[in-house]
């Protein structure tokens, strides 16, 4: 077997690549790495290490003719690369390039091949958008509403969404969630993203073995032949009922290593209160009843690293305040960060983080006077949460009952009139057939019906900037019944960047709406 992988320099990446190759059948790996410096000392390392197994084509994603040489003669191919917040936030292009137009280059690439390799391509938990405790479950069919602002996100739904869509006979998307490596505190507390965090949010990690573990397990799968009913579908990475925690969980989890907390080390009002993404997987066990790879436990995980790295031990002995000077306060002159929006009056971005400069200014200053979520009180320890809080799931406006089999177009009008559209189409085929959909806003479009109906994707003319959710919540039940947990119907704003990278936004009129 011949695999191709992207993305190998991150933490998900490295992980698959090691775990990949104690595959004995896997007789070479190809592996693309950007012409960046900084990838020639891992070029060398592979090499030395794995000889002619593995293959390193040097070029990027973004070019046809780099992606065409890393598919040719594979039989899987693997996307991991992905440009991730800050820098995408920093680097909107770069964004763009690696993870949109990049994916669908590599779509486009293992298309075009006489036999066809298997693509799996990796997307994100950033394409649900916020979640709270009003609805912290989540699965594969809720509707999209990545975060305002959040180019990783946009990016990485509408990849997933070309390679949904594609010519490509078998895909699989991985939505993949929160993840903890090694370095993750180190590449934390370099910027004011560590503020995008909502404190009461939903979150489940999952850690970068395991998600190297389960590409493995699918490489493993394909080839005995035990795959069955895996390919076209999108399915969530998640972590399990031990890896459910908030936002206020996770730092209490991550700064317990250097023996303090979050309650130690900064202020409640340092955080944002919506805007942010996260959620516990509902369908989180499709995936692991497949290849149960959830073996790590997020516990388990700190414990490691606080053996691991002596830094950690040393900064016991460190008064908790000398850290938060020193760490944490001097995050919040960053440019990324939610305090130095109000400073320097960022209103696009204070709406978005906040609802209002009003909302803003009165979150708690003080511990004492926040209230934080609890995990167990929703049942984040919870084994089958798709039973249990059945009732509780977002509605994806068609009957749930039937299997993708049995879907007539009479389940196609429903769901379209749940996203306050229509279907245009007057014959239903299959679920890999496009019909001709219409959004609220009049934009007409083409669409599988799991592309709508099983992945949660709408009108591609609405989804990137701007955004304006406010606006198109207030015809779509199916954005509604979200939406308005962390929004109030009275917000009417519409959402963009401008050539410069400003943050924009102007209030939608009466008229408008
Ligand atoms: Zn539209």
């Not at 207030?474 to 119907?489: G, I, N, R, T």
Request: with cysteine.
């Amino acid at each position: 077997m011949i695999v191709a992988m992207t993305g190998v320099s991150g933490n998900m990446g490295r992980e698959a690549l090691i775990q990949t190759l104690e595959l004995q059948f896997v007789n070479k790996l190809k592996v693309l790495l950007t012409p960046r410096k900084k990838n020639n000392k891992l070029a060398r390392k592979l090499k030395s290490k794995y000889g002619r197994r593995v293959e390193v084509i040097r070029g990027w994603l973004s070019d046809a003719e780099t992606c065409r040489a890393l598919v040719a003669d594979t039989d899987i191919v693997v996307n991991m690369a992905a440009v991730i917040p800050p820098h995408s936030d920093k680097n909107p292009k770069a964004s763009y390039m690696c993870n949109q137009l990049g994916a669908m280059r590599l779509a486009d690439a293992v298309a075009s091949m006489h036999h066809q390799a298997k693509l799996i391509h990796t997307s994100t938990v950033a394409v649900y958008g916020n979640r709270t405790m009003q609805h912290p479950w989540g699965r594969v069919g809720d509707p999209l509403l990545p975060a305002v602002y959040d180019n990783y996100a946009l990016h990485k739904m509408l990849a997933e969404r070309y390679v949904i869509e594609s010519n490509v006979k078998n895909w699989a998307v991985l939505r993949q969630t929160a993840m903890l490596y090694d370095g993750i505190i180190f590449a934390n507390i370099s910027d004011g993203l560590l503020f995008h965090t909502t404190l009461n949010g939903p979150l489940e990690w999952v850690t970068a073995r395991d998600s190297g573990f389960l590409i493995k397990r699918i490489i493993e799968c394909e080839h005995s032949g035990v795959l069955q009913n895996f390919w076209n579908k999108v399915y969530d990475i998640s972590g399990g009922r031990e890896n459910r925690r908030t936002g206020y969980d996770t730092f209490a989890d991550g700064f317990s290593i250097m023996g303090g907390s979050p309650n130690t080390y900064f202020r409640p009002d340092w955080c944002q209160t919506r805007n942010f993404h996260g959620l516990w997987y509902a369908d989180g066990g499709e995936l692991n009843r497949m290849f149960g790879y959830q073996r790590e436990s997020v516990s388990g995980f700190w414990q490691e690293m606080g053996k691991k790295y002596r830094i950690f031990k040393a900064a016991k002995y460190i008064p908790s305040s000398v850290i938060s000077l020193l760490v944490f306060r001097r995050l919040l002159g960053d440019a990324n960060s939610p305090r130095k929006w109000l400073k320097k009056g960022d209103a696009g971005r204070i709406l978005a983080a906040y609802g209002s400069r009003e909302a803003a200014v009165s979150v708690p200053s003080d511990w004492s006077g926040y209230s934080l979520a609890v995990p167990a009180d929703y049942g984040s320890d919870e084994e089958s949460p798709e039973l249990k809080f059945k009732d509780k799931l977002l509605c994806h406006g068609y009957d749930e009952s039937k299997s993708v089999d049995e879907w007539s177009l009479a389940d196609m009008n429903e769901a379209a009139t749940f996203r306050g559209g229509k279907c245009l189409s007057k014959e239903y085929v299959s679920p890999r057939s496009k019909l001709l959909w219409q959004c609220s806003e009049g934009h007409t479009f083409s669409a599988a019906p799991y592309t709508v109906l099983g992945a949660g994707h709408w009108c591609p003319f609405c989804a990137p900037e701007p955004w304006k959710f406010d606006k198109l919540a207030k015809k779509s039940p199916f954005y509604a019944q979200v939406w308005y947990d962390s929004h109030d119907k009275s917000e009417n704003i519409s959402y963009w960047f401008d050539k410069s990278g400003k943050a924009c936004f102007e209030f939608i009129s009466e008229e408008e709406q």
